[in-house]
């Protein structure tokens, strides 16, 4: 499959094809956008933002283009939204954030003026996986073309935004719960082992839960191991994350088609709920490790 790749750098899209301008050349800077009248750059972005929202209404082809923009104290993405009149997903995926609450003092951002979704070729983040997972169909067509915009491919979805589960997924940022629901019968540090009845360091948290239920990956990462039948952890996966984070799932009664080092999100399920190894009724064993260094999971994870 062969897709059209067109490099911008200032360049625009018109209806007879892509254009781009002199090579060497950077795109236009928008030094503030605090000022429309005294601000040229400012108002010419913001004439063609308009001119192009009225292509896309029309079923016109738009006319696409790129400025940048050097994030000033108190810059946020929503901000950036309401003085450009882009969607903050389509300033979000083109410039790789992966939340809302990244910061962006000091950040030289790309600004399109078309809205739609900046898919990058090459996903790594949570985010653009999930993106590229949703819209696969679309991005894989002969159809949608490739920009190479910032040193980067992309993919161009023109006017399209965040479906219902990826904007979920940008506007929480941070780690999820293992289970939907549980009651937590064992906290992070000393405690007697229901096991052994002795004093002993406990390093996860014990969530039970009703046999079966669905246990989820509380972040994004790969997958480190797959233990089965372990005499103390029973069934167990243990998925790594960014920095020098892992996470464990044990005593699983059932573990879903994984690989080890397959790519895994956010609440993507990962095994069911179980009594497997060293364990007194159903329940998940859910540890959380820095560097190596267990940390207590209840202060990572939020509902």
Not at 31 to 42: D, T
Not at 49 to 56: M, N, R
Not at 141 to 163: K, M, N, Q, W
Not at 225 to 238: A, L, T
Request: hydrophobic share 40%.
């Amino acid at each position: 499959m062969l897709l059209a790749v067109f490099s911008l750098n200032a360049a625009a899209f018109t209806e007879s094809g892509p254009s781009a301008s002199p090579a060497g050349s950077a795109y236009p800077h928008i030094e503030s956008l605090l000022s429309r009248k005294a601000n040229f750059i400012l108002q010419q972005y913001l004439d063609e933002v308009q001119a192009a929202g009225k292509a896309l209404k029309t079923g016109r082809e738009p006319f696409v283009n790129f400025y940048t923009y050097t994030a000033e104290k108190g810059d946020t993405l929503m901000r950036l939204y309401a003085r450009c009149s882009v969607p903050y997903e389509s300033i979000a995926s083109l410039n790789r954030l992966q939340n809302k609450d990244v910061p962006l003092e000091g950040m030289e951002l790309i600004l399109p003026t078309v809205a739609g979704l900046y898919i990058p070729k090459n996903p790594e983040s949570e985010i653009e996986l999930l993106l590229a997972s949703c819209y696969s169909v679309r991005i894989n067509s002969e159809e949608c073309p490739v920009y190479h915009i910032g040193g980067e491919d992309f993919y161009f979805l023109a006017g399209e935004r965040y479906t219902p589960e990826v904007r979920a997924f940008f506007l929480t940022p941070g780690m999820s719960l293992p289970l939907e629901s549980y009651r937590l019968t064992s906290p992070f540090g000393m405690r007697v082992s229901p096991i052994s009845g002795q004093w002993k360091f406990h390093r996860g948290i014990d969530m039970a839960a009703a046999p079966g239920t669905v246990v989820m990956a509380c972040r994004a990462g790969t997958v480190k191991d797959i233990g089965r039948n372990d005499f103390v952890y029973g069934n167990y996966v243990i998925l790594r994350h960014e920095d020098g984070m892992t996470s464990l799932y044990a005593h699983l009664s059932y573990i879903y088609d994984l690989a080890e080092g397959e790519t895994v999100l956010r609440r993507q399920p990962i095994g069911k709920v179980g009594q497997t190894g060293l364990a007194t009724g159903p329940h998940l064993h859910f540890e959380i490790k820095v560097n190596g260094e267990a940390q207590d999971p209840e202060k990572y994870i939020k509902g």
